[in-house]
């Protein structure tokens, strides 16, 4: 059965356009300091973390 591939099209006013750059920046700031986690566990630690446990720890 083949997949149908759906495109969808956001055209955000001003103020939305304003939330979804603070989201998107939220985002690049988590995902960058996990990245900064990962790396300094491992050369300080010699502990590899990955996806799973850095996620329990947000959750918490």
Known sequence: MPTRRVNF???PNKKQKQTLRYH???????Y????????TQYQ???HSVDYFEQQV???R
Do not use: E, G, M, T
């Open 57 to 59: 720890r947000i959750v």
């Open 32 to 39: 960058n300091a996990a990245v900064c986690n990962r790396f």
């Open 9 to 11: 099209r956001l055209y």
């Open 24 to 30: 998107r920046k939220l985002h690049k700031d988590l």
């Open 44 to 46: 300080k630690f010699n």
